[in-house]
């Protein structure tokens, strides 16, 4: 199964570094002249922007994840250390928490 998540994670990293050079490339591009224009791109900008700032953390986590496959801890919650279901991992392979910890984590964020 990691050999799978890997290959997928791997992919997913390509993916996401090219997302983030083509926004990096977009906003640090030449502004047009004509002012209702330039207005336009800047709204635009604040949409590349969050895009980026998603692309970046999504990137980050794609790296944690490799680097928990190399050491062996993949599957392992890092919060308290139970095996993350198999299911979990599929649909979010740059996932470091079981559902219950990451349930927690939301919740106290939310208070």
Same mark, same amino acid.
Do not use: D, H, N
């Given at each position: 199964m990691h050999s799978t998540a890997k290959k997928n994670?791997?992919?997913?990293?390509?993916?996401?570094k090219k997302r983030v050079k083509d926004v990096k490339k977009s906003l640090t591009s030449k502004r047009n002249q004509d002012w209702s224009e330039a207005a336009i791109e800047a709204e635009n900008d604040e949409v590349l922007?969050?895009?980026?700032?998603?692309?970046?953390? +999504?990137?980050?986590?794609?790296?944690?994840a490799l680097q928990r496959i190399k050491e062996g801890?993949? !599957?392992? #919650?890092? +919060?308290?250390n139970e095996a993350i279901n198999k299911?979990?991992?599929?649909?979010?392979?740059?996932? !470091?928490? #079981?559902?219950?910890?990451?349930?927690k984590l939301e919740y106290a964020s939310m208070n």
């Open positions: 994670l791997k992919s997913l990293k390509k993916e996401l922007e969050g895009i980026f700032t998603e692309a970046s953390e +999504e990137l980050q986590q794609v790296e944690f801890e993949y !599957s392992k #919650c890092s +919060e308290c299911k979990r991992l599929k649909i979010m392979p740059y996932t !470091s928490l #079981c559902i219950k910890c990451a349930q």
